[in-house]
């Protein structure tokens, strides 16, 4: 129970945060000076001990390699290459340690307060393992800023970049291969000089080519360089003037096919291109039986306050039209066979704590744990016994659930001729009892 | 409101601006807002594979009110992985651009069968033409072609077909060919792009196309590219070969005369294991000496077992490299010193035998179409191959001869058989069973194809232009091809095309084979078409969806291919809906699909057997073109569900392939099921003597290379060039060397920026970046011609004579400054022979206006390296 409390301090802390550093960003645009300011990061103190690559690996594969992939070589469209030469030799361990612990709003990159000086300093020593057959030392400039003519640079961006990098440097939620770059929060973190080293050299691996001199993908001059440079950080103003933080032009009308967009760029790694979900780590939710019980303001609400204790984060940075973009990708699933809920949201289930613990034992916790802690269990199922979930869920989509089941998952209606069991009435209402007694005992 | 949205389109704009005024340019280009599609609908976000080379990159179309807007590189795909260079980046810019509207008939044409030549060809100015219905247009080509073929045979109609056109419509074109007019006058931009490497393969591996794929690149340890800048022309795959070398630091060998961005930027990685061997057509003697090293001094590295039991003539290949290869003595034709043979022989031997032990790596060995374009081209390829097998290095993954093409589907031109002498599926019209197949599938009588199998087009593209010289071929069609990628414009081409009754499918007003048509039928191009298949150079069939939506008037070359079958056919006397089985859908447009089933159901029993996919259509109702996007591609051969369901073949030869039931090769294609080799020779001795006969070509009207075939199979088995410069010459200055002497060496080739002559300068972002004609040129040959950089000289041969701008190194003011020449050595990027006008009255850039005709007698491929030439002053009032 204390991992729970645990978990909620820490999205109310990760809430916190993201609402002052959107704070920030007016801070940093009227006082430009101020935009590489050091940041404190969470409250942990600096690390003086060893930094460790072994236990830097094991933490980057819990908390990093979702997205980054297991050997951080990333995933083109969702998370970029960070075990990679040349971002390592451009990257200070600052620049890495603030991009963790204030996450890049707009992309599924979510701040990480959580995790403290030493894991980070962990973590570095693992990515800086790295070996490396051709070495290349950079050294980057992180207080210098350049004048360029952000009309050129639009231009240049709009020819070389935006292909890739979306048309405003939105990233991956543009459907295209290359990470946010025109983000006010990617922008808060780099220095000029980060980004015109990697318009010089590239990224190794990755398509992301040298742009400066005749290696590479274009043939840009420095100048052509520092006007691109001109051109994001003007962007990013602008953006900031006319919606905050919005990943999306906010103007925007929310479709199917920008939520397709976004739902690859951030919920795909774990719930599955499609949605399909994937057992143990995500459940299926672009399916035809949480659909049809789960309201648009069940998921909005999910989305908004995450799962704590789960990987579900929140992202409140979704809120809005991006979110309503994502539920219309999901609903516009064509179904060949719909099922009609009749839902009853007033329901209130009334019933045996005992009894109803006695039900879950023997017909749930072999998926969702014995107390319904889910996936953190070793279980294929998600967490429903956890406070998180159970403050969302209202006892009707619970009530449903079980009677429903979850099409091409393993969550079978568990009453009725279909059912994998042939629980009555009176046993549902018993086990959502259960349920609402492990909501009450873990605040 | 935002400026942004609309910057690509702006450049474009801005770029056509600035082409409308200036008077050199010539050309008056309509703003693209007025260019009127058919509809204001399409879908968006189509799969495609990208136009340009035979890389293949996964691209994505998108558009909005109908309109393509844009092309992203496909993130998904596993070519390009999100990549693309600056030309497929860039190519949405150049489809809505002059386009032709309506079809035009030339008021005076040609009229071979009564003697008439047009005076009005060579010029394309409106006031020569008149527009026409689709209808008339097509009932005049048809009434026309059929006349000529009653009169003279079918033999008398040409045909120049492109890598260009998908799979679907190159299939058509051939049965239209072959199996209606009953000609083996077809011919494609294939035929210079890379038939060396198709005619190498099947001589030595049995069959046509490289056994190997990309990733075969993360798996190398030592990769090799001969005549080859990928960097510029196939720049995805040098980007992974570049990365690859940066993490694992494998040595890496270039042969090139110049040192290219490829040489360059590998050095940049590591310079210790990046050689760079500049030599001028030395390079067979330098796969011979290499062997003669390896054998001499590594014979661990040398795959004994596998040479006795997969391969014959081993033995004479072993003997006569022995004999005639130490790299101390032939060090004049190699030009590399023998201790840098040695040092590579140590290199390529630690590298074969790390692959063999391994069972994976090796040497990975890329050629680029430079390599092919020899009069000893199928030699190169046979040469690299010994060398290859000689080392073990065939057959495994990670290893192995890898050819590149030019053109994003050459390799359907290939597998389609569109070609002379050929049928689809790699196997040649000689073969009567095969022949007995074909017709049954194309609903041809067999009589038909038989007297086909009769005939012959000498010379193939060039004999089929010096036929048409001599007033055999007396009409020819061009499809999707220009005239100017070949050779000896001036005296070859422009002639033939002149006298011929010519019809061209063109998408641009200003085409340069509008100057010679006469009649010009308005085509859809990539991405507003409904759609077909590329097939890309690791054998990858790709799907390139359209719009369904093009420019009002305009047409698929596909649909064209079945109206004028059609039509022709009937008045010949066929079953025209037997052979052409399909009608028009909804959209107005036939379907591709309907056609690519047929393809795929012919192929069976075939080495390029594809049946698979229609067993999978038949189990799960998901049509071919749906597996192809679902899985970004199938390899070929894809013969069972199962090796379609896992995407195709990956890798062909040992074993490589899954097993199927009636594959019809062993380890090998060859029927003994062995990797034949034969030993290829490089011999100087002859060689002023030879290349002076041949200067007769282009020079001498009655001088016909197909009359002399025996000087080129001497000048081939030689290893010789077409020409040999006047070197004593060098060091005259500028305009002082005797009309009679050509001291430099003369090669065309390709710019990065550039995707051959007709797109990519229309695009506002890539004719900006490369704007104008250049050569290249040594700082000490500069300086004793007595020329700057920046300067504009006429570079002038036998045949014909260019206008470039001089530029010197990497610190040139002429882009893109990114390549150094060796001394007496001159380059020139073809890509801008049009670029300032293709009218010939303000065209000075016509890169093949002077290059020579020569070509290998047997795959037919020019040499535009090796030519001579003179630089001379511009006397212009």
Redesign the interface.
């Known amino acids: 129970m204390i991992g729970g409390i645990a978990a909620v301090v820490i999205t109310v802390v990760a809430l916190v945060i993201s609402i002052s550093s959107a704070n920030e960003h007016y801070r940093d645009v009227v006082g430009l000076k101020n935009r590489h300011s050091v940041f404190d990061g969470a409250a942990s103190k600096p690390f003086t001990g060893t930094p460790d690559p072994g236990a830097g690996l094991a933490l980057f594969t819990t908390n990093c390699a979702s997205c980054h992939q297991i050997d951080g070589g990333g995933m ?2 969702l998370a970029p290459s960070i075990r990679n ?1 040349d971002f390592l030799a451009l990257a200070s361990d600052h620049f890495i340690k603030k991009t963790v612990n204030r996450g890049r709003d707009g992309t599924a990159m979510v701040a990480r307060p959580d995790l403290s000086d030493g894991d980070l300093t962990h973590i570095i020593a693992y990515l800086r393992s790295l070996e490396v ?2 070495p290349v030392q950079v050294s980057v400039d992180w207080e210098a800023e350049f004048a360029g003519d952000h009309y050129n640079g ?2 240049l ?4 970049c ?3 990098h979306g ?2 440097g939105e990233g991956y939620s543009s ?4 990470p946010g770059i025109g983000l006010p929060s990617f922008l808060r973190a780099a220095s000029d000089d980060y980004i015109m080293q990697t318009l010089r050299r590239g990224r ?4 992301m ?1 040298p742009f400066i001199g ?2 590479g ?3 840009l001059t420095e100048q052509d360089g520092k006007d691109i440079i001109a051109h994001l950080r003007a ?1 990013s103003e602008r953006a900031l003037n006319f919606a905050e933080n919005a990943p999306v032009r906010a103007a925007k009308e929310p479709n199917p ?1 920008d939520g397709e967009k976004l739902f690859r760029a951030n919920c795909a790694s774990c719930h599955q291109i499609g949605g399909v979900g994937l057992p143990g780590l995500a459940p299926s939710i672009r399916n035809r039986d949480f659909l049809a019980i789960a309201s648009d303001n069940f998921i909005r609400a999910t989305v908004a306050g995450g799962r704590p204790g789960t990987a579900m984060v929140a992202r409140p940075d979704l809120a809005g039209s991006p979110l309503s973009s994502i539920l219309l990708y999901l609903r516009d699933l064509e179904i060949a066979n719909p099922v009609d809920i009749v839902a009853n949201p007033d329901r209130v289930c009334e019933g045996n704590t005992a009894n109803g613990k006695a039900l879950f034992t023997r017909f749930c916790a072999s998926c969702h744990g014995p107390a319904g802690e889910g996936y953190s269990a070793g279980g294929s199922g998600p967490g429903i016994g956890l406070t998180g979930f159970l403050s969302v869920a209202t006892d009707d989509y619970i009530y449903q659930t079980i009677h429903q089941g979850r099409i091409g998952t393993a969550m079978m209606p568990m009453t009725g001729s279909r059912g994998l069991a042939n629980l009555e009435e009176q046993e549902v209402n018993d086990i959502i009892v259960y349920l609402r007694s492990l909501q009450s005992t873990s605040i | 409101m935002k400026r942004r949205s609309f910057i690509k389109y702006a450049a474009a704009t801005a770029a056509v601006t600035a082409a409308g005024v200036n008077p050199k340019k010539g050309w008056s280009v309509p703003d693209p807002g007025s260019i009127v599609l058919e509809s204001n609908k399409a879908d968006t976000d189509l799969l495609a594979a990208c136009p340009y080379c035979g890389v293949g990159c996964g691209t994505i179309i998108q558009t909005k009110n109908g309109r393509i807007t844009n092309v992203i590189p496909d993130k998904d795909h596993p070519t390009n992985k999100g990549l693309q260079c600056i030309k497929g980046l860039t190519s949405a810019e150049a489809i809505y651009v002059n386009r032709l509207t309506k079809p035009l008939i030339r008021k005076d044409m040609s009229d071979p069968l009564r003697g008439h030549v047009s005076a009005t060809k060579n010029s394309f100015d409106p006031k020569h033409f008149r527009e026409a219905s689709w209808d008339e247009a097509e009932e005049l080509v048809s009434e026309k072609v059929a006349e000529i073929v009653k009169a003279e045979g079918g033999n008398a109609v040409g045909l120049y077909g492109s890598g260009q056109l998908p799979v679907e419509g190159q299939w058509l074109e051939n049965i239209f060919m072959k199996g209606v007019l009953g000609s083996n006058t077809i011919e494609a931009n294939a035929r210079m792009c890379m038939t060396s490497a198709v005619t190498g393969y099947f001589k030595s591996l049995g069959s046509d196309t490289p056994p190997t794929c990309y990733d075969d690149i993360e798996l190398s340890d030592m990769i090799t590219f001969w005549g080859h800048n990928a960097r510029g022309s196939h720049p995805i795959l040098y980007w992974r070969v570049a990365d690859h070398k940066a993490k694992k630091n494998i040595p890496t060998l270039v042969v090139d005369p110049r040192r290219t961005g490829t040489v360059m930027g590998l050095e940049e990685i590591h310079p210790d294991n990046s050689t760079h061997f500049s030599t001028i057509n030395g390079d067979i003697s330098i796969q011979n000496a290499i062997a003669y090293a390896i054998m001499e001094k590594h014979d661990d590295a040398v795959a004994w077992d596998f040479l006795k039991k997969h391969t014959s003539g081993w033995e004479n290949y072993v003997e006569e490299v022995k004999s005639g290869y130490n790299p101390r003595e032939i060090e004049s034709r190699t030009m590399i010193p023998a201790s840098e043979i040695y040092k590579i022989a140590e290199t390529w031997a630690a590298a074969s035998i790390r692959g063999r032990k391994r069972g994976s790596g090796g040497v990975l060995t890329f050629w680029g179409i430079g390599y092919n374009q020899h009069l000893h081209g199928q030699h190169n390829t046979m040469s690299l191959v010994n060398l290859m097998a000689l080392t073990g290095n065939i057959g495994r993954p990670g290893c192995g001869p890898h050819s590149q093409t030019g053109q994003p589907n050459a390799m359907g031109e290939r597998l389609t058989g569109g070609l002379t002498g050929r049928l689809p599926f790699n196997i040649g019209i000689k073969d009567e069973a095969h022949r007995a197949r074909m017709a049954e599938a194309w609903g041809v009588p067999k009589e038909r194809l038989d007297k086909v199998a009769e005939l012959s087009n000498t010379g193939m593209a060039i004999g089929m232009m010096e036929r048409a010289l001599k007033g055999e071929v007396k009409a020819l069609f061009m499809i999707y091809a220009t005239h100017i990628d070949l050779p000896d414009s001036y005296n070859l081409s422009r002639p033939a095309m002149t006298k011929t009754f010519t019809v061209a499918q063109e998408i641009y007003l200003d085409a340069p084979n509008n100057l010679y048509a006469d009649v010009i039928l308005p085509a859809a191009t990539w991405g507003e078409w409904v759609g077909g298949t590329y097939i890309q150079s690791e054998r990858r069939f790709y799907v390139c969806d359209g719009t369904a939506n093009p420019v009002k008037g305009c047409r698929p070359d596909m649909d064209m291919v079945i109206d004028k079958g059609k039509l022709i056919a009937t008045k010949l006397g066929l079953d025209a809906d037997r052979i052409f089985p399909y009608k028009r859908k909804e959209n107005g447009f036939y379907d591709p699909e309907e056609v690519f089933r047929d393809f795929l159901r012919a192929s069976k029993g075939t080495d390029a057997d594809m049946t698979g996919l229609l067993e999978v259509e038949k189990a799960t109702g998901k049509s071919p073109y749906q597996q192809i996007r679902d899985l970004r591609g199938i390899q070929w051969p894809a013969p069972t569900a199962a090796i379609a369901k896992a995407g195709g073949t990956k890798r062909r030869y040992m074993a490589q392939e899954e097993y199927w039931p009636d594959k019809p090769y062993a380890e090998f294609r060859h029927s003994d099921g062995k990797l034949h080799i034969h030993m290829c020779h490089q011999d100087y001795s002859k060689y002023r003597e030879i290349t002076d006969e041949l200067s007769a070509a282009g020079v001498d009207p009655n001088y016909y290379m197909i009359d002399h075939y025996d000087t080129l199979i001497a000048a081939r088995d030689a290893g010789l060039t077409p020409e040999l410069p006047h070197e004593e010459f060098l060091g005259s200055k500028i305009g002082s060397v005797p009309k009679d002497k050509y001291p430099f060496w003369w090669a065309t080739g390709v710019v990065y920026e550039h995707f051959h002559t007709a797109k990519t300068i229309r695009s506002g972002t890539t004719s900006k970046l490369v704007p104008e004609m250049y050569c290249e040129m040594h700082p000490d040959d500069a300086r004793e011609l007595g020329v700057r950089d920046g300067q504009w000289v006429r570079i002038v041969t036998r045949r014909g004579e260019l206008e470039a701008r001089v530029s010197i190194g990497l610190d040139s003011v002429v882009k893109p400054a990114r390549n150094t020449v060796p001394k007496g050595f001159l380059f020139s990027p073809w890509n801008l022979s049009v670029a300032d006008s293709a009218d010939p009255e303000k065209n000075r850039w016509l890169a093949n206006g002077t290059t020579h005709r020569a070509f290998d007698p047997v795959s037919g491929q020019a040499d535009f390296k090796k030519c001579a030439c003179r630089v001379e002053p511009i006397e212009r009032a």
């Open positions: 083109v469209g030469r057959a051709n639009e231009e961006f709009g020819t070389f935006a292909s890739c048309r405003d459907g295209g291969s290359g190794i691996g990755t398509p080519r005749a290696a993908l274009a043939n962007n096919a």
